[in-house]
């Protein structure tokens, strides 16, 4: 969801940006008239500078300055891979979106003294700003082609991130690790991740094919915008032990017929942290009355996204909150609050308010 | 009767007609004449209601017009406007039905549709009845028009121009049934022409307009030639034979 | 054979209401509706002894509101269009072409995100305005040429859209998708309570239609002839034009823009039965809301996932738009 509102967002800045770039082209112009200098450059390179290379989601070969000391970060997943990282002082500028989404400023504060006191700068609107920071590399949503292009014109380092799945997730983990010389974190957090996913996959190898509970992914905004097949949505319901119902959809997202979901019949719902839904809204609309999910009161909705963003390694907390809520006998052992603490924990080394 | 006191009309910045003052008679036909732009067509709609009077009044049956609701004027004044197409393509019927709107009330009844019949039957176009007034010709839709008119039910009708655009088989034809239902109805005709010919053949009373102001009198004492002079500016002689009257321009083309 | 085709085209959403209640991806069996709606009304069946819990919801709370909006809006949509159509005297103007939808729109959009009026007043307010303006900027000395019309229409619809998206990037994001969606024009969100807000204003609007229905013929003659046939043409032109906003902006205010059908079924109509108001609007009615219920049936049964069915009406309508223009055109620009 995050990665699909950024990009929209990001299209309505290209226009503003258009504009900018021509204003800058002509105080440019303005300099060559004012006359010009003879440029010494100070601290010239006296030594070889390391470099590393990375495969990045675009299949684009980047060498980028090893470690990276100047990281731009334009998503607010990479900011927390990198914080995850411990790599927090590297990053010199991040996303908008980090400061004005209430809760995600509310814990990226908690991490980051500079982003509580808003001295991080954050790039909006103008893309070319980041030129002047003079950065190592910039990471930034694959998707984003025409700004991607306006920083490789001048020269800078761009690693291009795509998170379409959960080995996207591990393979932005590790290119990260990679450029900001934290290896051996990322292989740490990617070891840690795969454990806690394996201590549910376990108990849920054991549940009987026939006793599955099938379920639906609910993106929202409305009640019937749903997680096809081949969606993270579908990933978490299949690792959480659930069937998703609606898998003969192959969107990624889709907005579904009533009538087909009174077919599909689940036995559960899951939603995503959404403003204007919550379980209540489907358990008092007729339309949803003979559907088991709310029969059975079985409609759970993500706590905060922060805990359970699935385009980091924290989306394993979805799929232990999912497995909970599904099969609270089978994960009776499992305690999903001191879980999530002791994940943030170690992800962050931060106790969270 | 229509009286018409200390009357005058004019749009905007423009007086068309200045403290005229008209009788026109009940039962009567009674012609306009005059130059293009001279007032004829103001006049009648100023009649109809359609134009507010700078000063004074119109008086029909000795009510004055502006105080009308446009429903109570319809059920005392018809209208036959110069020829023109419809954009949608009624049929005669239809059209000669809505001449009875004054007097319905939602939707017509079967009465309504019983004297919309009458009025096709007794100018003799029945036959068009299903015709789309669009598609017949010129001189057919004039009559149609003049159904609708009779369908109305007044005591007065107006007719601009209702010559105008036709052939002269078809100007004789609506000037003959306009003769014809003045007599048989009784209805009060006010028509506009251009033709002082016409007006020979048809009128009782003739309003000439001249400059803002006009004068009135039985057809042929207001016919003659200084008069004709005067008004169109054109030479000409009112020669009489027989019971008709005729006028004949005496105009030499000069280059 | 008109006569026939008349009663065919009466008919013809009654059918259609009982073809859609039987059609959808949750098969209900024949036998199996009739004896729903028979419990319903009677608690007893023919067919079954036993009836699902799921195939009654399925029926009555997901189809049968959905076929009945369907069915409302198409001809409140057909119904709109021809009353503009008279009054205005232009065979081109309908609820899309006016500007009307994206007026409604807009004012439902800012009700549904903002203000805390009732969305279909909201949507009523704005549709009006819209028409307003596009009428009085193309009108000249009382006339209103066909071409001017339509094009000040288009211009006060961009004006409307800008305005709603500058509303969709003010407000959240997350409502964004949705906002989209509905705009494109849909019937998927159809329920009980979405009819029943919707149902008072298009019962007016058709009540005051339906009734009047006689005087849009003389309308439709123009100012100086209504005027001399005694109705008055401003009272008259008010009155309707305000019964066919509020029945177009009630029906976008609950399934967003659904263009063009107010512009085919009348002109449909218009070719086979001639202009005559009086029997026009009942088949206007009846045809849209046949036409409407038609296409979302399709809409409902072609994919696995809803598809706007503004998109269908566009891509039905958009042809016949230009066959319609190139028609006009011949008669001159007057």
């Known amino acids: 969801m995050t990665i699909f509102l950024y990009k929209k967002q990001e299209k309505r800045r290209k226009k503003v940006k258009r504009i900018v770039s021509l204003i800058l082209m002509l105080a440019m112009l303005c300099t060559l008239f004012a006359g010009c200098n003879k440029a010494t450059v100070a601290g010239e390179k006296t030594e070889a500078q390391k470099t590393v290379k990375v495969v990045d989601s675009r299949g684009v070969e980047v060498e980028v300055n090893y470690p990276a000391k100047k990281i731009v970060c334009l998503l607010n997943s990479g900011l927390n891979d990198l914080y995850m990282l411990g790599a927090k002082d590297q990053v010199i500028a991040i996303d908008q979106w980090t400061y004005t989404n209430e809760s995600a400023y509310g814990f990226a504060s908690q991490i980051d003294e500079r982003v509580k006191n808003k001295t991080l700068p954050a790039i909006d609107k103008n893309i070319e700003d980041i030129v002047g920071m003079n950065p190592d590399v910039v990471v930034i949503w694959a998707g984003q082609e025409e700004d991607i292009k306006v920083l490789e014109d001048k020269g800078i380092k761009v690693v291009g991130i795509q998170a379409d799945n959960f080995e996207d997730v591990y393979t932005k983990l590790d290119i990260l690790g990679k450029i900001s010389g934290k290896e051996d974190r990322a292989a740490e957090i990617a070891k840690y991740s795969k454990e806690q996913l394996k201590k549910v996959s376990d108990k849920v190898a054991k549940i009987d094919a026939s006793k599955k509970l099938s379920s639906l992914f609910v993106w929202g905004p409305t009640k019937l915008d749903l997680a096809g097949n081949n969606s993270t949505g579908d990933s978490i319901i299949e690792m959480a032990g659930g069937k998703n119902a609606a898998d003969a959809v192959g969107e990624e997202h889709f907005v579904a017929k009533m009538e087909d979901v009174v077919t599909w019949n689940p036995d559960s719902l899951i939603m995503w942290n959404l403003k204007d839904l919550d379980p209540q809204s489907y358990y008092d609309d007729e339309q949803w009355a003979n559907i088991k999910a709310t029969e059975n009161k079985q409609v759970f909705e993500l706590p905060n996204a922060f805990y359970c963003d699935l385009w980091t390694v924290k989306y394993v907390y979805s799929v232990e909150f999912l497995a909970k809520s599904l099969y609270p006998e089978t994960f009776s052992d499992l305690d999903i609050e001191k879980s999530k603490n002791e994940m943030l924990k170690f992800l962050y080394g931060v106790d969270f308010k | ?255 | ?334």
């Open chain 3, 1 to 334: 054979m008109r006569e026939f085709f008349k009663k065919l085209i009466l008919i013809f959403p009654i059918v259609i209401f009982f073809v859609s209640l039987g059609v959808g991806s949750y098969s209900i069996p024949f036998d199996q509706m009739i004896d729903i709606i028979l419990y319903k009304l009677s608690g007893y069946t023919i067919f079954n002894e036993q009836l699902s819990a799921q195939s009654i919801n399925v029926l009555l709370n997901i189809r049968l509101p959905r076929v009945a909006l369907g069915l409302l809006v198409g001809g409140a949509l057909a119904v709109s269009g021809t009353a503009f159509q008279a009054v205005m005297r232009n065979p081109l103007v309908e609820p899309y072409t006016l500007g009307l939808s994206s007026g409604a729109a807009f004012g439902a959009a800012l009700a549904m995100a903002v203000v805390t009026i009732p969305v279909q007043i909201c949507a009523f307010v704005f549709a009006g305005l819209s028409v307003g303006i596009s009428y009085l900027a193309a009108s000249k000395h009382g006339e209103t040429s066909v071409i001017s019309l339509v094009l000040s229409g288009v211009v006060v619809a961009s004006v409307f859209t800008a305005m709603l998206s500058i509303l969709q990037i003010s407000i959240d994001p997350l409502q964004l998708q949705g906002l989209i969606y509905w705009l494109m024009g849909s019937l998927h969100t159809a329920s009980w309570a979405k009819l029943l807000a919707v149902l008072p204003y298009l019962i007016v609007g058709y009540t005051i239609i339906y009734f009047f229905r006689w005087k849009l013929n003389i309308l439709s003659l123009g100012e100086k002839d209504a005027g001399s046939l005694g109705v008055n043409p401003q009272k008259y032109k008010l009155l309707f034009i305000g019964a066919a906003t509020l029945l177009a902006s009630a029906a976008v205010s609950v399934t967003g823009i659904i263009s063009l059908v107010g512009l085919m079924i009348p002109h449909m109509l218009r070719m086979l039965f001639g202009p005559d108001n009086t029997k026009l609007i009942p088949l206007s009615f009846c045809l849209g809301a046949s036409y409407l219920a038609i296409v979302d049936m399709i809409s409902r049964n072609l994919l696995t996932y809803e598809i706007p069915i503004g998109i269908f009406t566009t891509f039905l309508g958009a042809p016949y738009f230009i066959f319609l223009i190139r028609k006009t055109r011949e008669g001159g620009w007057n």
């Open chain 2, 1 to 255: 009767m229509i009286k018409i006191e200390n009357l005058s009309l004019g749009y905007s910045k423009n007086t068309i007609l200045e403290k005229i003052n008209l009788t026109i008679e009940k039962e009567k036909i009674t012609i306009f004449l005059g130059q293009n732009g001279s007032g004829k067509t103001t006049l009648m709609s100023a009649i109809n209601g359609l134009i507010r009077p700078r000063e004074g009044k119109i008086l029909i049956d000795n009510q004055n017009i502006t105080q009308l609701s446009r429903k109570e004027v319809a059920k005392k004044i018809a209208t036959v406007s110069q020829l023109h197409q419809f954009g949608f393509d009624y049929t005669a019927f239809e059209m000669v039905l809505m001449g009875r709107s004054a007097h319905i009330g939602y939707m017509p009844e079967k009465a309504d549709r019983d004297k919309a019949e009458e009025a096709l039957e007794l100018i003799g176009i029945g036959h068009l009845k299903e015709k789309q007034v669009n598609k017949i010709s010129g001189g057919e839709r004039q009559l149609v028009m003049i159904a609708r008119a009779i369908a109305q039910e007044t005591g007065i009708i107006l007719l601009d121009e209702p010559t105008s655009y036709l052939d002269l088989k078809n100007q004789l034809k609506v000037l003959q049934l306009i003769k014809f239902i003045n007599k048989k109805k009784k209805v009060t005709c006010v028509i506009t022409l251009h033709d002082p010919n016409q007006a020979l053949l048809c009128g009782d009373h003739v309003v000439m307009f001249d400059q803002g102001k006009i004068q009135t009198g039985e057809t042929r004492t207001m016919i003659t030639d200084e008069k004709i002079f005067a008004v169109y500016g054109v030479k000409a002689q009112v020669i009489d034979v027989g019971e008709n009257s005729f006028v004949v321009p005496n105009h030499k083309f000069e280059f």
